[in-house]
Structures are given as structure tokens and as C-alpha cells.
């Protein structure tokens, strides 16, 4: 059984911009996964970086309010929320809200830092 607290998982900046702490990853796990989970956070008035991924990505907005950019279309998101976002597509997601803005990351085939293109830089 494995079990993993996100207060224990480090913290970083990913490509995007946004802090990150990965939950499940096979590379940091030693498991056989086909998909990365990982928790992410916006800061009021911030966005992330226009960006896209090779893979495919999940978003559930666990808190806060927040606009999310696809392609040429946006929605707003808040809390329950779940958005899928195809492999490739141009993404970035900026928080509306005056609370840190807090999302689940399911990414399949698993998250790499390779695979997550800025496309600001």
C-alpha cells in the first residue's frame, strides 16, 4: 500500500510557472503508473505560463476560482470542477479569485519536464 501527504512532498516551480508538489509519480514512487498526479497552486492575481504538454491532462480545482485557457477558448473554473485538456493543445490557467487557486494534475502518459513546453520563453 502506498500512501504519500502532499505537506511531504517537495515543492517546486514547474515549466508553467505554477508551484507543484507530485503526489504519485513512477519516477519518484518506484511504481508502475500510467499516469503522474500532482498538486498545483496559483496565486491570487498570477497565471501560469501559456504552455503545452505532449500528453494529456486532467485539471479537478480542488479551491479557488480561476479562468482556463484552451486552445482559443476559455471557461471559468471553480472548486469541483474537472477539465480535460488534450495532448499538444495551448493551455494556461490564471486564478480570478482572491484564495490560492488549488488543482489536481492527472497526466497521462506521466508528467516530464521535457514533455511541458513555455512557449513564453
Known sequence: ML????S????FVANDGCKVRELMHPK??????AFSLAI??????NRTFRHRLSQTEVYYIVSGTGVVHIGN??????S?????????????????????????????PPWRPE???NLEI
Open 3 to 6: 500512501i504519500k501527504s502532499e
Open 80 to 108: 469541483g470542477d474537472a477539465v480535460l485538456i488534450g495532448s499538444s493543445q495551448v493551455q494556461w490557467i490564471e486564478n480570478i479569485g482572491f484564495d490560492t487557486l488549488k488543482f489536481a494534475a492527472l497526466v497521462s
Open 40 to 45: 498545483a497552486e496559483v496565486e491570487p492575481g
Open 115 to 117: 514533455s511541458d513546453e
Open 73 to 78: 477558448e476559455q471557461q471559468r473554473v471553480t
Open 28 to 33: 519518484n514512487d518506484g511504481i508502475d503508473l
Open 8 to 11: 511531504r512532498c517537495p515543492q
